[in-house]
């Protein structure tokens, strides 16, 4: 049973913590570097509880932390996944496919969803999930963000209760 949960300020450290089992799996493809505390950080991680357009989500299986998502909505009103993260023991069982699905049902409207262009693995995932997820109604772009960061981009639309099926 996958659950979505927003998270709390109170368990920012954890989602922290994940973040950084995330950022470690992500420096094989953006050579990311830790810290002098050993650490990767994450810039935006206080911005998930000022601002109103971003949702930190937690990820569960059967009450166990899977994961998390990290969901923002720019000024133009379109969603973007800005992280998605599943622990590897949870992979290749289709929970994130799920997750993901039910993150699209939850914030209907515009997406765009990028990934690092050296990234193929994140690539192929988030091909194959949104194809499923939209009967391949979508377009795909090359996003460049700035000199350092470049890489394909999924758009597309979803409606109010796009399988939704009552989560939470």
């Known amino acids: 049973m996958i659950d979505l949960a927003p998270i709390p300020y109170a368990q920012k450290a954890v989602l922290r913590n994940l973040m950084e089992l995330c950022q470690h799996d992500y420096s094989e493809y953006n050579e990311a570097n830790v810290d002098e505390h050993g650490l990767f950080g994450y810039r935006y991680l206080d911005h998930y509880w000022t601002e109103e357009r971003r949702h930190p989500l937690f990820i569960r299986v059967a009450g166990h932390l899977a994961g998390f998502a990290l ?22 069982q289709g929970i994130g496919r799920d997750a993901a699905h039910r993150i699209f049902a939850r914030f209907p409207g515009r997406w765009q969803v990028a990934q690092e262009a050296c990234n193929l693995p994140a690539q192929a995932f988030w091909r194959t999930v949104i194809a499923a997820y939209t009967g391949g109604q979508y377009t795909e772009t090359t996003r460049q963000v700035n000199a350092r960061w470049q890489g394909p981009m999924q758009e597309f639309i979803t409606q109010q209760g796009d399988d939704d099926d009552g989560m939470d």
């Open 71 to 92: 969901v923002r909505q720019t000024d133009e009103a379109v969603y973007e996944m800005a992280e998605f993260f599943i622990l590897r023991k949870y992979r290749r």
